[in-house]
């Protein structure tokens, strides 16, 4: 069966240092996509990331990188100089075998300290 | 950029109403998504539809229904709201074609009482 981890139900870090927010996942599939979803306190899902199966260099945008390790089925979210308004909860998905739903973590809060 | 709005951010209904939550998106996608989300137990996938009034169940459908009669419209009916449907809504769509980002509306916070 198809699963999300997300082991760190919260996390405080301090203001501009980096954070990195665990996912593992479980798939027999070969192909199969990985992504990240910033959810801030007004509620609204904001997509931050996506990688692929088959994309041999880790994903990359802004401050936000995806630490892609294929063999230990992991697949972190590092935020560089993080910012208050970096405090939300972040989920990890990973697309499932029927190409259209997406398979969810249980998420985790970061809160940023000034 | 694409847009996926949902008609209320706020709504409070009486335990037995029917009530229709309505999204809308803007970007000409072929999936379109609804869940739930509630503290502890993260987001569930009520129903989606992957074209004009095709629908599949997803993980937690009972109580609810749906329909999507234009491309870029998908409602989620409950026919007779009950207080375990307090919850909060999440609209989401995908273009389709393996290109399986989802984009997602502000959400809807229902309370039925």
């Known amino acids: 069966a198809q699963k999300i981890t997300q082991t760190q139900p919260g996390m405080f870090v301090q203001e501009k240092e980096a954070v990195t927010l665990d996912c593992t996942y479980d798939t027999s599939d070969q192909s199969y996509g990985l992504f990240w979803y910033k959810q801030p306190s007004s509620g609204e899902m904001i997509f931050l990331i996506y990688?692929?199966?088959?994309d041999e260099q880790n994903a990359t945008e802004g401050r936000y990188s995806l630490n892609f390790q294929k063999a230990r089925k992991s697949a972190n979210l590092v935020i560089s100089a993080s910012q208050l308004g970096d405090s939300a909860m972040y989920f990890c998905?990973?697309?499932?075998?029927?190409?259209?739903?997406?398979?969810w973590g249980a998420g985790t809060k970061l809160i940023i300290k000034p | 950029d694409v847009k996926v709005t949902q008609s209320s951010r706020y709504l409070v209904k009486r335990t037995g109403e029917k009530v229709f939550l309505e999204c809308v998106q803007d970007?000409?996608?072929?999936?379109m998504f609804w869940y739930r989300q509630d503290p502890g137990l993260g987001l569930r996938l009520i129903y989606f539809s992957y074209d004009v009034k095709m629908k599949e169940k997803g993980d937690i459908p009972e109580g609810y229904s749906v329909s999507r009669e234009k491309k870029e419209r998908f409602s989620l009916i409950l026919e007779s709201a009950s207080t375990n449907q307090t919850s909060m809504y999440l609209c989401?769509?995908?273009?389709?074609?393996?290109?399986?980002?989802?984009?997602f509306g502000p959400g809807t916070r229902l309370l039925v009482l």
């Open positions: 970007m000409d996608h072929e999936n």
């Open positions: 998905a990973m697309r499932g075998g029927s190409n259209y739903q997406l398979i």
């Open positions: 989401a769509s995908s273009l389709g074609a393996n290109q399986e980002t989802q984009y």
């Open positions: 990688q692929g199966s088959y």
